[in-house]
Structure formats: structure tokens, C-alpha cells
């Protein structure tokens, strides 16, 4: 009797499984034989959670992915890292200290922490930071500084943008370079009404505007263009007329606009400062010695929200910015080279080294930006099952976002690529692990990828 009950069950999972098959196989086909789809690239995977196939479209098949490129990136830092890591930014003086002055130089000094001045954490706010550093000079007896504010931005190496990233997107937010001292995500917000600039979220240190905006439209359509170390930003495309619009771009030299910033905390607090803000990059440009705080004249250690909390915003707000700091911060850590392609060698190691073809994941960065990456469905999949393993999982699983049909799963988005990937539950309580990535598909992509993934629910 239980031998006939066994085999039964077995048979309703057989016959469950070949259904759900063939309904993914249809609703996949039927959108490759749309007319959007003629020239369309498509990877498709399914498992259940022991990482049996349930379906596979091309699933070896490398395609740019876009955002979903970051769960190999989130893992990878998680596990090498730790859930605890943190980073840490510290402030020192040189010289003496005699009757309130400091005879000497303040400097503020980071591990490149891509947290410092954000405003997505309780109690890591910009003005929090302020708090700590300006109680950790006058606790230090420091009312005047003879000297200048040296911030060291030398812990990382001069190349802030990974290769391949377009040049459309480097002025942008979700183009933000990565520096040895990053400041409010390196991020500048400007309210524009019509073509006219109201005002900035800061004054941008040292950087003049050259406006080719026109009125048009119902939506934000601007780009914003500048480079590292930039004193020109240019701004064009259209925006709506008759309404202010919040544009968001990336600041050209977050570590002096950091060190203008404090400058001018000092001078409120009362404490002046008789000389200039210098950065140790702009020094190597004068052809200057690049200045260190003595390491025993600290007076404040501030530490980063912990990775787990880092991990969780940058999955679920897909924030490029810390995606690449991680890259940069696995370089140092593992290969003591924080350049970038150090960082994204690392990163191909780590996941040949979990058993995922080396060929399926061709990494050109952390985030997803660059539309050099190619990585198949299968390898996202395989990714995701490792991970479902970990003690670090449910810190991982919790960044993933709920996307508009109800199922956990990061997107990817980028001109011609759309991407799902993630973990779902059906009503059933049959689990499964799943990516999608669509390139050159003639439309949004989103609505037709959720349809077929909806055959999972």
C-alpha cells in the first residue's frame, strides 16, 4: 500500500512538473514569435530548490544583463567579506595643538565607505557625521587650524568608473564614480523649472554649467554629462514645461566637495581654518608629496552601517555606486589591488570556484551598467541556489525587491536588456529559482517577461 502511494505522489510531481514545463515553454515561445521579437536574444532558467531543471530557453546563452548582475556581486561580498564588515573614515591632525591652535594639518581620511553622508540610514545621516566630527576636534582642544584640510583620497586607485560604462550615463546618479572618499552616494539633485535651475540639494564645488535643455514632453528626458575631476557639467535633453522637476546627477569631485563642505561645518562651529581644502589627487596633479594623517594623532573613527544593511539597499534600490566600491574593496582585500579589473577578476574566481562555468560569466563590472557583461540565465540560477544554501541567505534574500506581479525578484533594466531573477513560491508551495534576461527586444520587455514568469505563481 505505501509503495503504491509513493509511486502515485511520485507521478503527480511528474506530471506537475511536465505542465508547468510546457506552459513556460508556450508562453516563452509565443513571445519569441512575436514581431517585437525578431531580432531578440532570450535566456530562460527554472529550478526547483534542490536546483532540478524544471525549464531551460537557451539558458547557457550569455546576454547583457543589466542589474541582475549585482546578485553575483552582493553574494560574493557577503561571503568574502562578512555580513559585519564595515568601513571606516577617520579624521586626524598633524603637528601640535598649543593654546587652541592646531600648528599642523586636519585631514579626513576613508576605505573608500560608499555609505558616508547617506540618507538612507537611520543614524548615519549627513548631519551625523558632522556631529561626530566637529565634538572630535573641539574635544581634541583645536579652536583654529593654521594649517589646510587635507582629505586623503588615496585608498582606492585614480580610475573611478569601471571601462565600458557609457558615456550617457557617467554624468547621471546611477553613474556615480567610486573614490577613496565618497560623500551622499556621490549624488547632487538640481530643480529645474522648465530650462531655468532653481536650486541645487549643495553648492557644487568648482563646476560651471553649459544648458542645452528644451521644454517638450511630459517627462524627465535629460542627461546630464560630466567626468571625473570635471570643472564643466553639461545638461541636455527635455524636460516638461510648467512644473519644477528634481534632476539627479553625479558629482565630478566628491572628495573636495566633502572637504568644502566640512570647511565651511568648521566655520560655523567657530573653528577657522587659515588654509585651503586639498585633496591627495590634486596634489599627485601639482606634482606635489601626497599627504597621511600620523596614525597616532586619530581623534575620531567613524564606522559604516554593517554590509548586511549595505547589501540590503544595494539590492533593493540597485545603487550602482556600491556595487562598484564592493568590486574596488574585493580587489584590495583579496588581490591587494583595488582596481577595478582586479575586483571583477576576483569576482570570476569566486564563482568558478562554486562550480559555475567560467565561459557563462563574463563580468566587465559589479553593478550591471556596463553593457559588456555577459552572463546566461543558467549561471544566475546556479548563483541563487548556492546562495539559498549560506548561513548569510536570509540577509540576501531580504534586499530583493517585490516587483508588480507579486514575485521577489531583482530586475535588471538598461537600453534593448531587461532582466529578472530570483526566488518564488507558488500557491502550491512548489519553490523555484529563475532568470530571465531579454536583449534587443522591440518594446519594454518588463510586462511580456512578468507574463511568462507568472506561469510560476
Do not use: C
Not at 531655468?196 to 554649467?209: A, C, Q
Not at 566587465?364 to 541556489?385: F, H, I, W
Amino acid at each position: 500500500m505505501k509503495k503504491t502511494v509513493a509511486v502515485l505522489a511520485l507521478s503527480t510531481q511528474i506530471f506537475f512538473a511536465q505542465n508547468i514545463t510546457q506552459k513556460l515553454d508556450e508562453a516563452t515561445k509565443n513571445l519569441m514569435n512575436s514581431s517585437g521579437a525578431i531580432a531578440t536574444n532570450l535566456s530562460f532558467y527554472v529550478a526547483d530548490e534542490n536546483g532540478n531543471q524544471i525549464y531551460d530557453y537557451q539558458g547557457n546563452k550569455g546576454l547583457s544583463t543589466a542589474s541582475t548582475q549585482k546578485i553575483f556581486t552582493a553574494a560574493a561580498a557577503l561571503e568574502t567579506l562578512g555580513k559585519n564588515y564595515t568601513y571606516k573614515t577617520t579624521s586626524g591632525y598633524s603637528g601640535n595643538i598649543s593654546g587652541g591652535q592646531l600648528n599642523g594639518n586636519l585631514f579626513i581620511s576613508s576605505n573608500g565607505d560608499p555609505t558616508l553622508g547617506s540618507w538612507r540610514y537611520d543614524s548615519y545621516k549627513p548631519e551625523n557625521f558632522r556631529k561626530k566630527l566637529i565634538d572630535a576636534v573641539k574635544s581634541s582642544g583645536i579652536t583654529k587650524i593654521s594649517g589646510d584640510l587635507v582629505i586623503d583620497d588615496s585608498y582606492f586607485d585614480h580610475q573611478t568608473i569601471p571601462g565600458g560604462w557609457p558615456w550617457d550615463d557617467l554624468g547621471n546618479y546611477y553613474g556615480a564614480g567610486v573614490w577613496g572618499i565618497n560623500w551622499k552616494e556621490n549624488q547632487f539633485d538640481i530643480n529645474i523649472s522648465g530650462t531655468d535651475f532653481k536650486s541645487f540639494s549643495y553648492p557644487l564645488e568648482g563646476v560651471k554649467w553649459l544648458n542645452d535643455l528644451k521644454t517638450g514632453g511630459s517627462s524627465d528626458q535629460s542627461l546630464i554629462f560630466t567626468a571625473p575631476h570635471s570643472e564643466v557639467a553639461l545638461i541636455n535633453g527635455t524636460l516638461p514645461a510648467g512644473k519644477t522637476v528634481t534632476v539627479s546627477g553625479a558629482t565630478p569631485n566628491p572628495p573636495l566637495q566633502l572637504g568644502t563642505e566640512v570647511k565651511q561645518w568648521l566655520k560655523e562651529s567657530g573653528i577657522e581654518v587659515s588654509g585651503k581644502v586639498i585633496t591627495n589627487s590634486q596634489l599627485e596633479i601639482e606634482g606635489k608629496q601626497t599627504l597621511t594623517v600620523p596614525k597616532n594623532n586619530i581623534i575620531l573613527t567613524y564606522q559604516s552601517p554593517t554590509l548586511d544593511k549595505i547589501v540590503y539597499w544595494f539590492l533593493r534600490k540597485s545603487i550602482n555606486l556600491y556595487g562598484e566600491t564592493l568590486i574596488k574593496t574585493l580587489g584590495k582585500e583579496k588581490k591587494d589591488n583595488p582596481g577595478f579589473k582586479s575586483g571583477v577578476a576576483y569576482l570570476k574566481e569566486f564563482w568558478k570556484g562554486k562550480g559555475i562555468n567560467g565561459n557563462m560569466i563574463n563580468f566587465a563590472d559589479g553593478s550591471g551598467l556596463s553593457p559588456q557583461n555577459y552572463v546566461s540565465a543558467k549561471a544566475e540560477v546556479q548563483a541563487l541556489l548556492y546562495a539559498q544554501k549560506q548561513p548569510w541567505f536570509d540577509v540576501y534574500y531580504d534586499g530583493f525587491p517585490t516587483q508588480d506581479n507579486g514575485m521577489k525578484m531583482k530586475s535588471g533594466t538598461m537600453r534593448d536588456t531587461k532582466s529578472f531573477a530570483g526566488y518564488h513560491t507558488a500557491k502550491n508551495g512548489k519553490k523555484y529559482v529563475f532568470s530571465i534576461i531579454i536583449n534587443n527586444y522591440q518594446g519594454g520587455g518588463s510586462a511580456e517577461l512578468q507574463k511568462i514568469l507568472n506561469v510560476l505563481k
